[in-house]
């Protein structure tokens, strides 16, 4: 399984605007715990925002395989960049595939070009892997639906315009798009994580927050079995090729760390059991990059596999993303630990892929209950 | 495709899920207990690259994936519209 030409080519674009944009400030976003607007501004200048959205509504109309492309690139500079545009494009994917032909008509365009930012909201303070035990309320007032309750570790919430809300209706679970700013939506700022420290997260507190009836996406009562399933499965997508991405960068910082460092008279890759370290990285990588890729190609093709292939990537890259950025620590030693060096933002960012878009707990469920299913014994 | 082809397709498409289970066309598939939470989108992708029909968000109605029956008409209803 290869990427072909084009997509070879887009991604030595994708690669030289992250290295001259995005690395040699990503450091500093984390200690901030900020993104700053002038890239958000050079990312919707590239199209970065909802790439996948076809030509038809503004979009690029950009290739699964290509769009992982591009995620594993700006994953390996900077996670918190990465997840903001995951999470715009988690609203957009939803909208495309639930939307109706309104909704599309005038989200779409504003979404492809990054004049209006979104964000997911569907964890809560007591609500985090049993999702479907959420407890922000949506009530039909015949006119409306007012929304109530709270919404916690919204990525992008700090600055997102758009956010697509997920609510308990009278008719089951329903997916809302709610603008900013709304006067029932008070947005409250979260610092201090342990990693994706610039993903800018919020807490959303909805107080008698009053949408339109036409706010829903797709059908009340199907929130979560499709709208949230279509928003996860894509968020999982985009998250497993950002793992790709931060395992090259611990790769790289280790071949050039080891390659540069002697102890014992000669330089750490001449020690064996550093080399076994750098091999279980190069080859755990290039297992998870061919998931990735597997899951993208099934994706191009609208094959109902590619849901389970992503759970699968997803779960893979990010167990394999946290051991990379594990060893790559333990090999710079305390240089490793301290702020002079990636490594250390590496391994906080990777334990938060093991835990957002589905615990690796969650995802061994699905695998596990998969494989049951699917193979004879 | 006709009407009994496309419902063998339809079983077909169930049996690795509903393992050893044998699915009656008016089975009720959420009652038999084996639907998970990423079979209602693998279902949408299926009959949508198998049929060649697009689910829109009018279509989200259990009564259209309630049964083999029920999906099968969806599709044909949805093919009809098309052509």
Not at chain 1, 100 to 127: D, N
Request: hydrophobic share 40%; aromatic share 10%.
């Amino acid at each position: 399984m290869e990427v072909n030409p084009r997509q070879r080519a887009e991604q030595a674009e994708f690669r030289a605007f992250v290295d001259q944009e995005i690395l040699p400030v990503a450091d500093l976003f984390d200690r901030e715990e900020k993104i700053p607007s002038s890239l958000m501004e050079k990312l919707a200048h590239k199209k970065y925002f909802g790439p996948v959205i076809p030509e038809k509504y503004g979009g690029s109309g950009m290739d699964f395989v290509t769009y992982g492309l591009l995620h594993e690139e700006i994953g390996r500079c900077c996670s918190s960049t990465r997840s903001l545009l995951t999470v715009h494009d988690i609203v957009a994917q939803a909208i495309l595939r639930w939307g109706s032909r309104r909704q599309k008509e005038y989200w779409m365009p504003r979404l492809a070009s990054g004049e209006v930012r979104a964000a997911f909201a569907l964890t809560e303070p007591s609500v985090g892997s049993d999702a479907k035990s959420i407890e922000m309320t949506a009530t039909d007032t015949g006119a409306a639906y007012i929304l109530n309750g709270k919404k916690r570790w919204i990525t992008g919430g700090q600055t997102a315009d758009l956010f697509l809300v997920i609510a308990r209706s009278q008719e089951g679970p329903a997916a809302f798009l709610v603008e900013r700013p709304n006067p029932g939506m008070r947005i409250e700022a979260i610092s201090g994580m342990l990693g994706v420290r610039a993903s800018m997260l919020a807490e959303l507190h909805l107080e008698n927050c009053r949408v339109s009836k036409d706010a829903i996406v797709g059908r009340a009562g199907f929130g979560f079995s499709h709208v949230v399933a279509t928003a996860l499965d894509h968020g999982r997508y985009s998250v497993a090729w950002g793992c790709v991405g931060i395992a090259q960068a611990c790769l790289q910082a280790c071949l050039r760390y080891t390659s540069r460092r002697k102890q014992f008279g000669v330089y750490l890759k001449e020690h064996q059991l550093i080399q076994r370290m750098i091999t279980d990285m190069t080859t755990n990588l290039k297992a998870a990059r061919l998931l990735c890729l597997q899951a993208g190609y099934l994706k191009e093709a609208g094959d109902p596999g590619s849901i389970m292939e992503t759970s699968i990537a997803k779960y893979a890259a990010s167990t394999m993303a946290f051991k990379a950025a594990s060893d790559a620590v333990q090999i710079h030693g305390a240089n490793g630990c301290s702020s002079d060096y990636s490594v250390q933002r590496y391994l906080r960012d990777a334990k938060i892929m093991e835990i957002i878009e589905g615990s690796a707990q969650m995802q061994q469920l699905m695998i596990a209950q998969y494989s049951y299913q699917h193979y004879q014994y | 495709m006709s009407d009994r082809t496309t419902k063998a397709t339809i079983k077909d498409f169930f049996s690795s899920y509903f393992h050893g289970y044998d699915l009656k066309d008016d089975d009720d598939i959420f009652a038999v207990g084996f639907v998970n939470s990423l079979l209602a989108m693998q279902l949408v992708m299926f009959v949508e690259k198998e049929f060649d029909i697009t689910v829109e968000d009018e279509d989200l109605n259990l009564e259209n994936f309630k049964s083999v029956n029920a999906i099968a008409g969806l599709i044909e209803t949805k093919a009809a519209n098309v052509g």
